[in-house]
């Protein structure tokens, strides 16, 4: 599976997360080593930067297990990109 989900991250286990759409869709993904996180305050960062801080794996955890509202960019079933969503 292959496309773009808006919606509230959440952690699973390593390395595998859900993205949860508005319409209460949700989509497993897995990250990898090249998967970009950005962040704007929630997973890392700071929320009154202009710009969006790279973030690692381990804020993503961190934050997603609060849950975190992100855009999310898969390719065959693994998150290229993560955007939070601020």
Known sequence: MSGTWFGNVSYLAPGKYTVSGQKG??????????????GEGDICG??????????????????????????VKISNGIATRITEDH
């Open 46 to 71: 700071d929320e009154n930067d202009q710009s969006a801080t790279k973030c690692t794996e381990q804020e993503l955890q961190a934050a997603a297990q609060k849950g975190v509202s992100a855009e």
């Open 25 to 38: 869709e949700e989509q497993a993904f897995f990250t990898a080593d090249d998967t970009e996180i950005w």
